[in-house]
C-alpha cells in the first residue's frame, strides 16, 4: 500500500469553475478561477477573461500544472511587482490544488491602494475563488470485474454498498458481473471480503488501473 501511495500519490485538482469578488476604496477586484490541465489551457482561460473584463485595468494571473505542481506562472500585469501575481499563486498553493487558472481583474476606483493594500485585495478576492470553486482528489484507483452467481448479488450488493463502493456498470447474463474502481489500497481487502462473503465463488479480475476523481468540495455558488 505504501509504495502505491508513494508510486501514485493523490493530488487535488479543481474541476469546476469558481468566482469571487472583494472591493478595497472603489476599486473592485473579482476573481477568476478554472481547472486547467495544460499551459495552454490557462492561457485560453486568461485570454478570455481579458475578453470579457476588455474595460478592467489590470488582469493579474496564477496559474499551477502537473501532478507534481511542475509548472506554476503568475503575473501582475502592471501592478508593482509582487502585489498581485504571487498572493494569487500562493492562495492556489495554500489551498493545495493543482491544474488551476486563477485571474483576478481589477477595476480601478481612482484611489491608489499601497502594496499592503493591494496584496489583501488580491488575496482576499483569490480566496473567495477557491472557496467557490470544484475541488477534486485524483487517486490512482483499480478497475476490477466481479463475476458472480445470482445467489451472491444481494450480499456483494450489500458488501460493496457498506463501503462506499459504486457499480459503475453491471451485466445480467447467467452469471452477474459488476464493474468497480477502488484505490489501491482498498484492492486487497475488498478482494479478500468478496471472497469470503462468496465463499471463494466470485471470480475477481483486474482489467484497468488510472487515476479517477472523487468530489471533494461542490461548488453551490454557482
Known amino acids: ?28 477586484f473579482i476573481a477568476s478561477i478554472a481547472p486547467a490541465s ?20 489590470h488582469h ?33 498553493l495554500g489551498a493545495d490544488v493543482t491544474n488551476v487558472v486563477a485571474v483576478v481583474t ?34 490512482y484507483k483499480t478497475e476490477m470485474t466481479i463475476e458472480i452467481d445470482y445467489t451472491d448479488v444481494g450480499k456483494v ?5 457498506s463501503r462506499k463502493i ?3 456498470q453491471s451485466r ?4 452477474v458481473e459488476f464493474d468497480i474502481r477502488i484505490s489501491n489500497e482498498e484492492k486487497g481487502e475488498v478482494s479478500k471480503a468478496l471472497t469470503e462473503a462468496t465463499a471463494a465463488r466470485a471470480k475477481i479480475n483486474v482489467i484497468g488501473a488510472g487515476y479517477d476523481m472523487d468530489i471533494e468540495k461542490s461548488d453551490h455558488k454557482q
Open 172 to 175: 445480467y447474463t447467467d452469471k
Open 1 to 28: 500500500m505504501d509504495e502505491y501511495k508513494k508510486e501514485f500519490p493523490p493530488y487535488r485538482v479543481v474541476y469546476q469553475e469558481g468566482n469571487g469578488a472583494y472591493e478595497e476604496k472603489k476599486s473592485r
Open 166 to 168: 459504486d457499480i459503475s
Open 60 to 92: 493579474c494571473t496564477a496559474f499551477i500544472i502537473g501532478r507534481n505542481k511542475e509548472l506554476t506562472r503568475c503575473s501582475d500585469d502592471g501592478e508593482p511587482s509582487g502585489t498581485a501575481g504571487k498572493p494569487i499563486l500562493e492562495v492556489l
Open 38 to 57: 495544460s499551459e495552454e489551457e490557462a492561457v485560453s482561460f486568461i485570454e478570455s477573461i481579458r475578453k470579457k473584463y476588455y474595460d478592467a485595468r
Open 106 to 139: 481589477r477595476y480601478f476606483g481612482g484611489t491608489l491602494l499601497g502594496t499592503g493594500g493591494l496584496v489583501r485585495a488580491y488575496t482576499q478576492a483569490a480566496r473567495e475563488g477557491i472557496e467557490n470553486a470544484g475541488i477534486g482528489i485524483m487517486r
Open 157 to 161: 450488493q450489500y458488501l460493496l454498498g
